[in-house]
Every structure is written in structure tokens, then in C-alpha cells.
């Protein structure tokens, strides 16, 4: 039940986060965004490191050094989506953000990438994925209409 709470409060704050940036892009450029947005998190993040964690900010134990570059997605996503968000409006840009997200995680999940277990292919998962594409389909045949 925690990690579904979680989980919608990232939605909410990705969501909010996307439309934030857009605005500020508007006055100050997308990648003086992406710097600004990113320097800020991690400024916030460090504290709240400090504060609360017990281990060294260095320590990576046995992680795969591939993995320790996630952080430079955060720049991808941060960059990408405020120009979709300014670009085609926040519903559609993060509906389609959101699709790609549930087909790539699909994928993972499937085929037991990056050490995750392998998922059986059902049918079920298959009809989900196939209703969220056509849900933005739809409401993007539904923003057409109203031009």
C-alpha cells in the first residue's frame, strides 16, 4: 500500500513538476531551466542526504557503474518533457510520457532486464497497454475536434 501511495504522489509531483518548468522555460530557456531545476534538486536532495542518511555520500557498495549514470536521464527528462509540455499542452505530452514509461517498464519486466526477475507475457497486460494508446489517442481525436 506504501509503494502505491508513493507512487501517486510522483505522479503528482512529476505532473507539477513539468508544468513548473514550462512556465519558467518561458522566461529563462529550456536548458537554463534544466540547469536551474536540476541544480535546485540537487541542492534540496544534499540536504535532506545529510540530514537523515547514515551512509557516505561516496559509498556505492557493489552497484554497477552503469547504473550510477540514472542521473543523467534526470536531464532528458526534465529538458524533453517541459518541451513537449510548452509544445503540445501538459495533458497529452505526459499521457504519451506515461505510455512510454509503462511500455519501457513492460519491457523490462518481461524480458528481466537489469536484474529484475522475468514476468510472464499475459494477454491482460497486453489489453492495458493497447487501452492506455488508445486512451490518448482518443482524447488527442477529441483536442482536434474542438479546433
Request: aromatic share 12%; net charge neutral.
Amino acid at each position: 500500500m506504501i509503494g502505491i501511495v508513493l507512487a501517486i504522489i510522483a505522479g503528482i509531483l512529476i505532473s507539477l513538476q513539468n508544468v513548473f518548468n514550462a512556465r519558467v522555460s518561458e522566461r529563462t530557456g529550456p536548458w537554463a531551466t534544466t540547469s536551474l531545476v536540476l541544480g535546485l534538486g540537487l541542492a534540496c536532495s544534499l540536504v535532506v542526504f545529510f540530514s537523515i542518511e547514515e551512509k557516505s555520500l561516496l559509498e556505492f557498495g557493489n552497484v554497477n557503474p552503469i547504473f550510477l549514470f540514472g542521473g543523467v536521464f534526470g536531464v532528458g527528462i526534465v529538458f524533453f518533457l517541459m518541451r513537449g509540455v510548452t509544445l503540445i499542452g501538459p495533458a497529452y505530452a505526459i499521457s504519451i510520457a506515461l505510455i512510454s514509461q509503462i511500455v519501457i517498464a513492460f519491457t523490462i519486466n518481461t524480458i528481466g532486464w537489469f536484474g529484475f526477475e522475468a514476468s510472464a507475457l499475459t494477454w491482460q497486460k497486453l489489453l492495458g497497454i493497447t487501452l492506455l494508446i488508445g486512451g490518448v489517442l482518443v482524447y488527442k481525436l477529441e483536442k482536434q475536434a474542438d479546433h
